[in-house]
């Protein structure tokens, strides 16, 4: 009876290991998600910047000389 109790009680503890790594796993997730999202904002408004600048250079005729 010892032996079937102790596996009963290891399958246990494995599958609450399990579930506590999937929950860490599906925080950092929703995180990188998260910084992906940010960083791709970022990119957007640096892009749109970059060519209101050029608009703008090319209205003046200068050069980048």
Do not use: C, H, Y
């Not at 009680?9 to 929703?30: D, R």
């Not at 957007?44 to 050029?54: T, V, W």
């Amino acid at each position: 009876m010892f032996w079937p109790m102790t596996a009963i009680a290891l399958g246990f503890l494995g599958i609450s290991v399990l579930g506590v790594l999937a929950i860490k796993v599906f925080v950092e997730a929703q995180r990188l998600g998260r910084q992906v999202a940010d960083t791709t904002r970022k990119i957007n408004n640096a892009a749109e910047e970059l060519e209101r600048a050029a608009v703008e250079l090319s209205a003046t005729g200068e050069t980048l000389r």
